[in-house]
């Protein structure tokens, strides 16, 4: 996967692992949070916008506990450049900020159309393997170009790369830009075109026909996300797969050093 100082790699997998595990719980539950919601939106007045600010402030808890438990591991096997914990903030308010709008695109259109959480869900899973986190980009390979126009992979540059001691690349910086703008746009532009959405939402949710001619099958009832508490716990399971990951990579290591040898 690399053939980087071990301890390089572990920090580089670790935060660039923890990154992803965030990016993807935006992507998929957020996407289901109108829906997770229905019977909330059916029964009160409540702003749709406080639903996606409910779900981010709950991912951005369990961020931060699952950033938290990565880093003591770095610090432990690991390395980490202290100098980039300033990073830390800004660029955690702008992953909120990217948050908000991919959930403004995304939560509407699952509403909509429900199979669109089981795409974001599929499309997550394959762009895991798209993405350098179990591996390390060369410099003139093919996974340099699928790195290069790969979304995620400057996403997580923007907090892995200063946590590493790596300069922040310029191209990085303007993909994050453009894709969180483009996002922001996006969700207020599909709000603006749906202004009456809770009466669209009503329409969808109980199978009757929309002004528009479409009719939908009308929306079962959904299980209810893990619940607030549910963050201590996801962040042991994570601590504990990332100990047993680490020690599972230095034993390999070391043995591949005692082969060579």
Not at 11 to 40: D, K, P
Request: hydrophobic share 55%.
């Amino acid at each position: 996967l690399s053939d980087r100082d071990p301890a390089y790699f572990f920090t580089y997998m670790t935060v660039g692992f923890a990154i992803w595990t965030f990016m993807q719980s935006v992507l998929t539950e957020g996407s289901n949070c109108y829906n997770l919601s229905r019977f909330w939106i059916l029964g009160t007045n409540l702003p749709y916008f406080l639903y996606i600010c409910r779900y981010i402030y709950r991912a951005a808890i369990e961020f931060l506990l699952v950033m938290a438990t990565a880093l003591a591991a770095c610090l432990l096997i690991g390395r980490i450049e202290l100098a980039g914990l300033a990073w830390f903030v800004p660029v955690l308010a702008f992953y909120m900020l990217t948050a908000v709008g991919a959930i403004m695109l995304l939560a509407p259109l699952a509403v909509l159309f429900p199979d669109v959480v089981h795409a974001v869900r599929s499309v997550m899973r394959v762009m895991f393997f798209a993405t350098p986190i179990i591996w390390v980009p060369v410099e003139g390979t093919v996974l340099e170009t699928v790195a290069l126009y790969n979304p995620f992979t400057h996403y997580i540059a923007l907090l892995r790369g200063p946590l590493l001691g790596e300069p922040v690349a310029a191209a990085s910086l303007a993909v994050c830009a453009a894709g969180t703008g483009f996002l922001l746009l996006a969700g207020q532009l599909l709000a603006n075109l749906f202004p009456q959405q809770e009466a669209a939402y009503e329409c969808f949710a109980k199978g009757q026909a929309f002004p528009g001619g479409i009719r939908h099958e009308g929306l079962t009832p959904m299980p209810a996300s893990d619940s607030d508490g549910q963050c201590a716990k996801r962040t042991l399971l994570f601590g504990l797969h990332l100990v047993m990951g680490a020690r599972q990579f230095l034993d390999g290591h070391a043995h591949l050093m005692n082969r060579s040898a």
